[in-house]
Structure formats: C-alpha cells, structure tokens
C-alpha cells in the first residue's frame, strides 16, 4: 500500500509556480495577482483565505484580499467583483463563500468575468469542462486529477466510482474522469439514492469518495489492490484535541488502507491539494494559458 | 415488452404545445418565433431543417429561415447571429451543424445569446444544466428524458448505463440522469476504451446506447426486465430501400426486445423525439420560461 502525500505533492508543485513565476518576471512580464473577497468573519473562511493568501506568498504572486462586514448590501458585493472584473492588474479572483444569506451565491458567481474565475464555478467554466474545452478546473477535482497523474496511477478503462453528486466535487469528478484528455476512465456515480452502492464499490479500481459521512467506506466495499481518494473532511469532536476536533474522512481509513494500491489520508491527501489547484488556476489567468 | 412509440408521444407534444400557443395568443401573447440559419445545401441538413420548419407549423410556431450559401465568411455568418440576437421578434434560433470548414462551429454557438439557444449548446445552458440550475437542455437527452417520464418509467435509484460519452448524447445524458430533479439513479457512462462494459450492461436496469455501432447492443448484454433507449442511427446500405439505405440502431431490436420491459424502436423511437424537444425549448423560450 502507498500513501498519496497531498502535502509533499502540493508543496513540490507551489515551487514549481515558484520557479515559473521568477521566470516570468524576469524575463519582464507581470507578477500574477490573485484578490480575495471576504464577506464577515466566518472561522472557517478565515481560515481558508488566510491559507490563500499564504500560498500566494509562496508561490511569489501578488495577493490582495478585499474585506466587507456581513450586513454588506448585494449591490455593493456586486459593485466590487465588476471593480476587480476591471482591474487590469488582478488576473484572477475568488469570492470566499458561503455569502450571508441575503446575498445571492449564484448571482456573485455569475457576476464574475469567467475569464478571472480562477475558482471555476462560472457556468461558462462548468461548461466548457463539460465539453472538453480549455477552462478554469475547479480546486477539488482539479487536485485529485494531479495526484493520480503525479503518482502515475493508471485511470484509462479503469472503473472509477464516485460517491456524491455534488456540484464541487461529485459531478465534474466525473466529467472529468470520463473524458479521453483526463481520466478517460468508465465511471460510476453512485449517491444516496443509489441502491447498488456497495456492489459498485466491490468492482471498481480507483474509488473517490465525497458524500461526508464518517468512515462511510469499509474494507468489505473495496477490491484488493484498489486506490481510494478520500474527500471528506468532516469535524468530528474530539476532546484530545487542543482545537476540541479532528478531521474525519470519507473512509475508514484503518481497515480500508491495507487492501488499497493507493490511498490517501485524511488529512493531508486531496486537502492540501485544493489551494494548490487555485494558485496553478492562478497562474495560468496571469499567463492567459486559457483565455485571451 | 412494452414498445416505446417515439412519433406518437412527439405528436401529443406538439399537440400540447399547439395547444399552449393558441392560449398564449388568445390572451394577447406573442406567438412564438424560431429561425434557423442554414449554410450550403448538405443533403442531410436540409432535410433536417425542412423537419423543424414543418414541426413549427404544426405548433403554431412562427418559424423564419436564413439561407447561406456555402462559402460564407465566418463574419457574415457572426453579423447574422449578432442580428437575430438583436432581434426582440426572434425568440429562439439554431445555426444547422455542421457548418463548412472554414467556420469555427464552438465560435458560432458561442456567439449565440445563450437566452435564444434553443439547441442547448452555450457552454453557459450546458455549465448552468450541469449544476442544475434551469437551462436550456439540447434535443436528444431531453427527449429521452420525456419519454421516459411519459412511459412511467421509474429511473430513481436505478442503475443506469449510457454507451458514449460524447457532448451531445452521452454526456449531458449522464449529467441529468444522475440529478435529483431529473434521473435521480445511479449513472455508470462506458465508451471505447471501457474494459467492462459488457458487465456493466449485465447489470443495467436502464441502458442508453448512443455509440453509432448497428447491432452493438446484443441479448447477452441485458438484463431480464431492463429498459433499452436507442439512440443509434446509422445509416446502412439497404437495396430494398427507394433511398438505397436504411436506418439502423446501436442495439440489436429482434433478439434484444424479448428481454426488454421497455425498448425504443429506430426509426420512431428516439428520432422523432428531437425535434419535438427542440419545439419544446422553443416555447420555454418564446414564455421567458427559464431566462427573463
């Protein structure tokens, strides 16, 4: 059995960006820029835009983050993405959700230019992905899809099933996967309404799981020699914890990781993984590798 | 085994539709207007297209057709788009695929307002289609869908499998089987390179076959009680026919249908259901059903 490292791979690929990036400006073009908005103080959106914002650091891109309080108007929200829309000098920016409920996700989202929609939720980004045209891949899928190319695991006629059908992570999974430029794989999603869930798991080669259920995924579900990415991060309490929890995966990670070829851990498996999917969207904005 | 009748349900659409339109009218609406562009004279698209004006007169559909001869220039064709775009009488058009060479079909569709793309190729209704948000659904799966929802065909749950992955059957099918509000089942989608799935069929209880291969879908391949939804037409030599050819499914009808709760027949299944959906957009589009 190996270990998928998410945060070895994630860190080797921050200082390839790294090296790319002194290349670009040396050779005088521009430093990458990515703006963050984040709308009140949410602990984990903290979090996640303070990780952003270190691994801009890392990457050497310029950063900026925009802050609004929770009572911000839509309009204002609005007034702001057409701002950074304009702004010839970011490349790319992310509006941390989720948004207070008076403020319509999808509204946002759709405001943004999909060519700077470097977290790739833009209909015409999920689109275009869908039909295998260049597009910004959102951080999940896309972090899972470089950790089975960079640990060479083999996904062309495999059966890969996928558990969850969300619009982050389940669904384009399997775009993805299905594609001939990508996983080129025979896939399965399988979700809460499936009723051959288990017999699906027993036959496939690579499962990823993301439907946030704790230690859903048991050894009896999964074939010797299978590889099992596992997306769930779900807070279990946990009082030996300083923070009063733990991570807890999508699969039981103990009986489940000696049959598997590959697997990764939760934590540090697909979750680094995920910020490193923003700052290689990133940097292909600032080098307009997709769109003009 | 109870056969699919794809004619007669399209023909109770139209019907409905024509309905739909005469009270739309009678309350003062506006009657609902398609045009489609046509370039060259490409035997197949004609016919097409003749199908499409004809089914707009049966709904009572105003239908305008736009004729181009085959050495158009990109731009001429674009200024078209831009001008039916612009047109408020003009609730729904379609460019007739495939166009010559010379001309970038992606670069069309695109500048197609994604609010008049009654085909459902924008990459915006297909991103927006995608994550379940109401859009424009292209010809095929939605026809698909409606027969199955005519026919009472319980698909919650289900495993179902698609044969082709490709960006107007295959997978968009997929993306809808597995939603909620749509399919709700479990989707497994094989194609070329799938190393299982004969298996997979094995174990369908709906399949969907749209790979473009006469006969690939034989007995030994479904299951007892199974649904089977052809999408194959293939033209084969056929010298008994006045056109010297005759239309031939992905599925083998004689020995296939025997085992079949429900099977679609080719011709009359499937076919006759596309451009019924395509009337179907039209109306959504001529009430400002989905877009404003």
Chains 1, 2 share one sequence.
Do not use: W
Not at 44 to 56: F, I, L, R, W
Not at 135 to 144: K, L, V
């Amino acid at each position: 059995m190996q270990l998928i490292d998410g945060k070895a791979t994630a860190m080797a690929i921050k200082q390839e960006i790294a090296q790319r990036v002194k290349e670009i400006v040396a050779n005088g073009g521009k430093q990458p820029h990515l703006a963050a908005i984040l709308v009140g103080h949410d602990g984990g959106s903290e979090t996640y835009v303070a990780a952003k914002v270190k691994a801009c650091g890392e990457c050497g891109f310029k950063s900026s983050l925009i802050r609004f309080d929770s009572d911000v108007t839509e309009e204002d929200l609005l007034n702001k993405v057409q701002e950074l829309n304009d702004d010839p000098d970011v490349d790319g920016f992310i509006v941390q959700l989720p948004l207070p409920r008076h403020i319509s996700e999808q509204k946002v989202i759709e405001a943004i230019d999909y060519r700077k929609d470097v977290d790739g939720f833009h209909p015409i980004n999920v689109g275009r992905m869908a039909i295998g045209l260049p597009a910004f891949i959102s951080a999940t899928p896309r972090g899972i899809l470089e950790l089975l190319r960079r640990y060479n695991i083999e996904t062309s006629g495999k059966k890969c099933v996928i558990l969850g059908r969300s619009n982050i992570v389940g669904k384009p999974m399997a775009q993805l996967m299905m594609q001939k430029q990508f996983g080129d794989a025979t896939v399965t999603v399988c979700h809460s309404r499936s009723k051959t869930l288990k017999e699906e798991c027993q036959e496939a080669d690579i499962i990823i799981a993301a439907i946030g259920q704790p230690g859903f995924v048991t050894a009896d579900m999964v074939k010797e020699g299978a590889t099992v990415i596992d997306v769930g991060t779900t807070r279990v309490p946990d009082a030996t914890k300083k923070s009063g929890f733990r991570l807890s995966g999508d699969v039981k990670f103990d009986e489940v990781a000696p049959k598997c070829a590959y697997i990764t851990p939760v934590p540090g498996g697909v979750g680094p993984m995920t910020i490193c999917s923003l700052m290689q969207n990133t940097l292909l904005a600032g080098e307009r590798a997709i769109y003009k």
